[in-house]
Nanobody, 115 residues
Framework: QVQPVESGGGLVQPGGSLRLSCAAS????????MGWSRQAPGKQREFVAQITSGGSTLYADSVKGRFTISRDNAKNTVFLQMNSLKPEDTAVYYC?????????WGQGTQVTVSL
């Protein structure tokens, strides 16, 4: 399966913002949901946010009110706007594409929140 492609990670100071993008690798007609998870060093991968094909969203409690997931159907791309970033948000962020053919993870993009 072709992986979705993430971009937009980087280094940001605490309190700053970043926007991640994920370009889907399958037709929007076959996609059920797109989401983000993250994995910090020495920790398990954890769910961050998800948006379904119908537009419903779901967030982890740790990011509610700070992160917003959205999509551009014309570009078949999902975004994660991250505001008020904290050092504990530092992780590799992975995009997950769930389609009728199954789920596929992207390769990840590093987000580092530090002075």
């Amino acid at each position: 399966q072709v992986q979705p492609v993430e971009s937009g990670g980087g280094l940001v100071q605490p309190g700053g913002s970043l926007r991640l993008s994920c370009a889907a690798s399958e037709s929007s007609f076959s996609i059920i949901a797109m989401g983000w998870s993250r994995q910090a060093p020495g920790k398990q991968r954890e769910f961050v946010a998800q948006i379904t094909s119908g537009g419903s969203t779901l967030y982890a409690d740790s990011v509610k009110g700070r992160f917003t997931i959205s999509r551009d159907n014309a570009k078949n791309t999902v975004f994660l706007q991250m505001n008020s970033l904290k050092p504990e948000d530092t992780a590799v962020y992975y995009c997950r594409q769930t389609a009728t053919s199954g789920s596929t993870w992207g390769q990840g993009t590093q987000v580092t929140v530090s002075l």
